[in-house]
């Protein structure tokens, strides 16, 4: 079996896929109009209840999951996001006890977004700040050989 990705109802397929487009710099890959699939394996789906053929509850803001990007500079995005109309921010960056910062706000779905540092940036700024390669692979939590790449 092969996971196929992840498909999120959306309420507005125009203002869903610009936010992803525009916004969150995702490549579309399919646009049917009521169905559009990114290369990162997202989709979005506009007329979701037809689709599956069940009346659903629809919920104000489902948090029992979030989207999750990673990023190079994340208070560059964090700027970028505040900078948008209608971004509510669940938390602004905060860092982690392994080090990752990240970043959390709804979607205009209200799906929970995550922007995150990737590992590999929090393992070199680590090391760009005197950690050895040991240290940072302490603190971070990741295999020793897969900083010491970054030496």
Do not use: C
């Not at 916004?23 to 049917?32: A, F, G, I, K, N």
């Amino acid at each position: 079996m092969i996971y196929g990705g992840t498909l999120i109802s959306v309420s507005d397929m125009e203002r869903s896929k610009n936010f992803y487009v525009k916004v969150m710099e995702q490549t579309v890959e399919m646009d049917l109009g009521v169905h559009v699939s990114f290369q990162n394996g997202l989709s979005l789906q506009s007329n979701y209840e037809e689709l599956v053929g069940v009346k659903l509850e629809p919920q104000e803001k489902p948090d029992n999951f979030q989207l999750y990007f990673e990023v190079e500079d994340l208070d560059a995005w964090e700027d970028k996001l505040k900078a948008l109309e209608g971004i509510e921010f669940l938390h602004g960056i905060k860092e982690y006890p392994w080090g990752q910062r990240v970043m959390r706000f709804y979607d205009y779905d209200k799906y929970i977004v995550e922007v995150a540092e990737s590992m590999e940036s929090v393992a070199k700024r680590f090391l760009s700040q005197g950690l050895s390669g040991e240290e940072t692979a302490e603190r971070t939590m990741l295999p020793v050989e897969f900083v010491e790449q970054f030496l």
